[in-house]
């Protein structure tokens, strides 16, 4: 097996006999030699008028490639007497659960939400209704914020570990194996339900457990250690060790542990405005007058700029996707990102955010809620100037630009509708002045980007988590209580699927290390 790689146009990327004679042109095939190839990795390079395609294929000769597909070792576990008890079954606790099963400790899953099913429903009463329920919603329930809000895999964070597992069991419970090929890859909110139950499954089958509407509710601490936890104030169940993968919503957890003198801090976040912009008009922008076709993707962008030294970006950029509300309480409302795996509906949605950070607030610094306070006083305001329901404010980008109200929108595809409302009256000066100066750099990057035909919908304010949960970075331990394992969003050590799903495992790994000590 040996690797080529080259550059080819949108359409020779797709055409079988020129990839193969690609082969044999760079790999000094013999002319009579049957060849087996597959892709190993793909990527765009749209900086330049001509579009190309990075290409990097796995061939042989006269010899099918062996199978790129790992096998996993999950054991029986229904009888183990190392239990690992795991609040929380978003990604982390899953794929915590995964690898548990692979050490031979049982996994005992809480989950405060509802299966992908039952959980589908209560999305439609939100977006049809307005009517948030608290414990089941974008946020909350099995699979995480990432089931029904996306689903994109790619990270910056390969030095924390094994990217390609997660992307390897992912496929293995049912994900198309392109995800090991795209350099950005996206599973997408119409396929993830079905991985997550299948994944569910597995760890039910092994031994472990699985329980939903169990929503941690309190804990008994003696010295460095939790004893026991309360699940939907019932009895107490006593544990050993706890992997707290509770998501970055789960603002009841940081009080929780505040409430019992556990350590946590204020962490620094980002919070902004969600833009919708038509695709056509991503796909004109970043193919330099060319439309999406057969051969290109629906055009994404990654924006980053500095304002007075602060960050603004691009986050959570959805092309062919959907602005969807992800409120977990009732009087508040907060803006997220989806698509679907073929990302083919007629708008594009980006997060753009400011970074904020507990010294913008000046004497409260070393509160631990000083930035979640902050998060919740601007999603509280959107709710009550939106009429006190799950519409959001929004202002057409170019009127953001110049200070001006909008007096009409060109659509939007938010189902529970938008209000017209200046940012101003929302945010703080030292966030909209940002944004607005982010906007105008960002329109030199992307010419035609600050446009009237744009629309912002604010908040785009759940980033990653205002509270940090401080660990031990060897043993993965909370700094004070040495059963406790805070992991990825929720805790502030990991942003997306992927990171989440490998701080998770590692989790699982630090605790059979110790057990067999």
């Known amino acids: 097996m040996q690797d080529i790689q080259f550059q080819c146009s949108p359409e020779e990327a797709k055409d079988e006999a020129f990839l193969l004679s690609k082969i044999k042109e760079l790999g000094n095939v013999s002319p009579t030699s049957k060849i087996y190839f597959r892709w190993k990795k793909r990527s765009i390079d749209a900086r330049k008028a001509q579009i190309k395609i990075n290409c990097t294929l796995t061939f042989s000769e006269n010899e099918a490639l062996d199978n790129r597909l790992q096998g996993f070792d999950f054991k029986e576990v229904v009888d183990s007497s190392k239990v690992v008890h795991i609040i929380g079954g978003g990604p982390a606790g899953m794929f915590a659960a995964l690898r548990a099963l692979e050490l031979g400790l049982k996994p005992i899953i809480f989950e405060r939400g509802k299966d992908v099913r039952n959980r589908r429903r209560d999305l439609a009463i939100l977006n049809k209704e307005g009517i948030v329920n608290p414990e089941s919603n974008y946020c909350f329930g099995e699979g995480g914020a990432g089931t029904y809000s996306d689903g994109k895999l790619y990270t910056r964070s390969k030095k924390r570990g094994d990217v390609d597992k997660i992307l390897q069991l992912l496929v293995h419970f049912g994900a198309s194996e392109e995800i090991l090929v795209e350099a950005h890859p996206h599973v997408g909110t119409n396929k993830l339900p079905q991985i997550i139950t299948a994944i569910r499954e597995k760890i039910i089958e092994k031994g472990g457990e ?308």
């Open 210 to 517: 699985f329980h939903f509407e169990h929503k941690l509710t309190d804990l008994k601490v003696e010295g460095q250690k939790i004893k026991a936890i309360q699940i939907n104030d019932g009895a107490f169940v006593e544990v050993e060790n706890i992997v707290l993968a509770t998501g970055h919503s789960a603002r009841d957890i940081f009080e929780l542990l505040h409430k019992h003198q556990i350590k946590i801090k204020a962490k620094p976040f980002a919070l902004g405005v969600r833009v919708e912009h038509s695709q056509a008009f991503i796909d004109k922008i970043q193919y330099h007058g060319r439309l999406n076709d057969d051969y290109l993707p629906p055009a994404s962008y990654s924006l980053v700029t500095q304002v007075d030294g602060k960050g603004v970006y691009s986050f959570c950029m959805c092309p062919g996707g959907i602005i969807a509300p992800c409120a977990t309480d009732t009087a508040e409302v907060v803006t997220n990102g989806w698509s679907p795996s073929k990302r083919n509906n007629p708008y594009s949605n980006s997060g753009i955010v400011v970074s904020i950070d507990p010294s913008d607030f000046k004497g409260n610094e070393n509160d631990p809620f000083v930035c979640l306070n902050f998060q919740k006083e601007i999603e509280r305001k959107c709710w009550e100037l939106a009429g006190k329901n799950q519409q959001v404010p929004a202002q057409c980008l170019l009127d953001f630009v110049q200070k001006k109200k909008s007096q009409g929108f060109p659509r939007s595809s938010y189902q529970p509708g938008i209000v017209s409302i200046e940012m101003d009256k929302i945010f703080p000066a030292f966030v909209t002045e940002r944004l607005r100066q982010a906007f105008i750099d960002f329109g030199r990057k992307m010419h035609g980007f600050v446009t009237n035909d744009a629309v912002i919908h604010a908040p785009e304010s759940r980033t990653s988590s205002p509270v940090l949960i401080p660990r031990n970075n060897e043993t993965f331990q909370h700094e004070e209580i040495t059963n406790l394992y805070p992991s990825a969003e929720g805790a502030g050590y990991a942003g997306g699927i992927v990171s989440a799903a490998i701080d998770g495992m590692k989790c699982v790994e630090a605790i059979e290390g110790k057990i067999r000590m």
